[in-house]
């Protein structure tokens, strides 16, 4: 059983920069579909990024694909995000997701992953 563990978050200023970081055990990340997904009070989860199976594709959702990077390090089982200009929007727990059956049309679907951390908040201030 894989387990994910979040971290990074924190309270910034708009504009700012913050990079939070998934770390899996009990199972590998190589072979698995990764992604990052964020809830906000009173709104629906939201799709942010995703790196597939073989690490050659990354999708980002519409609204912060231009200030948002994944990257992963399979030799620490790890996965990043990097979120950059900051608004209060981004206000929201981040949620990483991992799956080795998530083809390339799911990558922003949550229901296609298996594997879900506890999430990380990040907080941003006007």
């Known amino acids: 059983q894989v387990q994910l563990v979040e971290s990074g978050g924190r309270l910034v200023q708009a504009g700012d920069s913050v990079r939070v970081s998934c770390v899996a055990s009990g199972g590998t990340l190589r072979g698995s579909a990764v992604g990052w997904f964020r809830q906000a009070p009173g709104k629906e989860r939201e799709f942010v990024a995703a790196?597939?199976?073989?690490?050659?594709?990354?999708v980002y959702g519409d609204s912060v694909k231009d200030r948002i990077t994944i990257s992963r390090d399979n030799g620490k089982n790890t996965v990043f995000l990097q979120i950059d200009f900051l608004i209060p929007e981004d206000t929201a727990v981040y949620y990483c997701?991992?799956?080795?059956?998530?083809?390339?049309?799911?990558?922003?679907?949550?229901?296609?992953?298996?594997?879900w951390g506890r999430g990380t908040q990040v907080t941003v201030s006007s």
């Open positions: 997701a991992a799956g080795k059956r998530v083809i390339q049309s799911s990558l922003a679907s949550p229901s296609a992953y298996d594997y």
């Open positions: 790196n597939s199976r073989d690490g050659a594709s990354k």
